[in-house]
């Protein structure tokens, strides 16, 4: 399947390119120079390494910390010395204490246990590719976080770590459907919303009055939007009543999916629903269930 190239787009009024100073970033200046370290700003550094595959150089981390190279390198020096980044070539990467960290947290997470089985079980009964996707809200877009697979030759194709746009996919319209409304209205005013096919909607006001829908039903459906062959299928999860972060998505051929479009709005409905369950109800234990 061919597939849109994609621009990345702010949630938000402020926007923050790529390679510009991440939300909050003026504070860990002011933390560099004496005063309170916080976790987060700390957290915000390892993120910004682990979206580096090849590792990141100090002169590029103080360009997107908007951190003075000697102030940042006072932070970073303790986080080598513990073990959660190491230093290779220049380079900075995630150190064995953060892959640790990591691990443990996929063990003991039992959102993390059931997300994968439900994204299993939920492509072997469409027969379709399926995955987890999660709102980057810094960057007003999706990133597919685990994909499922089809196992035809046919089928939608789409990697970990790739993004897409909110205002054309149906994980990003589920998602979107359930933020804040001023968020919602800063979004559209601040993007450029461009045709990626001849299907995309850009009208903003047709674009609430479908966000409004998708509140409604629960799911998202595009069809040919983004990828002009393609039928998305979403439905939001959330991390507390109310709250959207992420969305189960569904890809396939436009017209294989609408030949069984209700079975398909329902079981990607009923995968989300499953692993919303263990985040707003974290003491009950939610398990996929053959039917």
Not at 79 to 99: C, F, M, S
Not at 108 to 131: H, W
Not at 231 to 239: D, E, L, Q, T, Y
Request: hydrophobic residues 40%.
């Amino acid at each position: 399947m061919k597939q849109a190239t994609t621009r990345q787009e702010p949630l938000h009024e402020a926007q923050t390119p790529p390679e510009q100073p991440a939300p909050g970033a003026g504070d860990l200046a002011a933390e560099a120079r004496g005063g309170p370290r916080s976790p987060i700003r700390t957290l915000r550094i390892l993120d910004i390494v682990a979206e580096s595959h090849e590792g990141i150089g100090l002169g590029q981390l103080s360009q997107r910390l908007d951190i003075p190279k000697t102030s940042l390198f006072n932070m970073l020096r303790p986080l080598v010395t513990a073990g959660y980044l190491l230093q290779i070539d220049n380079a900075y990467i995630l150190g064995p204490e953060t892959l640790r960290l990591s691990f443990r947290a996929s063990r003991n997470s039992a959102f993390l246990r059931v997300m994968r089985p439900t994204l299993e079980l939920c492509a072997s009964r469409l027969g379709e590719t399926v995955a987890f996707v999660m709102l980057e809200e810094a960057q007003a877009r999706t990133e597919y976080m685990d994909v499922v697979e089809a196992n035809r030759p046919i089928r939608y194709v789409v990697r970990p770590g790739e993004v897409r746009p909110l205002y054309c996919t149906a994980a990003g319209l589920a998602i979107l459907a359930w933020q804040p409304t001023h968020q919602v209205q800063q979004y559209l005013r601040s993007i450029e919303r461009r045709k990626m096919t001849p299907s995309t909607e850009i009208d903003s006001d047709a674009i609430l009055a479908r966000l409004q829908e998708i509140r409604r039903t629960g799911t998202s459906v595009t069809l040919g939007e983004y990828n002009e062959e393609i039928c998305g299928i979403a439905a939001p999860v959330f991390c507390r009543p109310n709250v959207a972060f992420g969305a189960i998505t569904a890809g396939a051929p436009i017209a294989r999916a609408l030949a069984s479009k209700d079975a398909y709005v329902r079981l990607v409905k009923e995968a989300a629903e499953s692993i919303s369950m263990e985040l707003v109800r974290p003491h009950s234990r939610v398990e996929p269930k053959e039917r």
